[in-house]
């Protein structure tokens, strides 16, 4: 599986970001997709996933800003962060569930959010 994610960029505080993640190859043994993201330094972190049937967990703190859905298009899911912070910034990776036992990472795509 491999998975592409876009939408990353610079973006003032209070704005909105929102960062697509698609899977290629060996896809029908994808069970879940999802996010986390990771300033330099520091451990990388939960920001939410969602499982093919559509149920979702965002991480505590971001819930209210952050959502987590499937898109139209087949393997397809989307992060819509809003109200974003500073300490949002950092490198958001894509992450799909493969079978019971196997993650498979996207590159990571940057977001910045300046004061």
């Known amino acids: 599986v491999q998975l592409q994610a876009f939408g990353g960029g610079l973006v003032q505080a209070g704005g909105s970001l929102r960062l697509s993640c698609t899977a290629s190859g060996g896809t029908s043994s994808i069970n879940s997709m999802g996010w986390y993201r990771q300033v330099p330094g520091k451990q990388r972190e939960m920001v939410g996933h969602i499982s093919k049937g559509g149920i979702t967990n965002i991480a505590d703190s971001l819930e209210g800003r952050f959502t987590i859905s499937w898109g139209n298009a087949e393997n397809t899911v989307f992060l819509q962060m809003n109200d974003l912070r500073p300490e949002d910034t950092a490198i958001y990776y894509c992450?799909?569930?493969?079978?019971?036992?196997?993650?498979?990472w996207g590159q990571g795509t940057q977001v910045t959010v300046s004061s």
């Open positions: 992450v799909a569930g493969v079978g019971p036992y196997n993650d498979a």
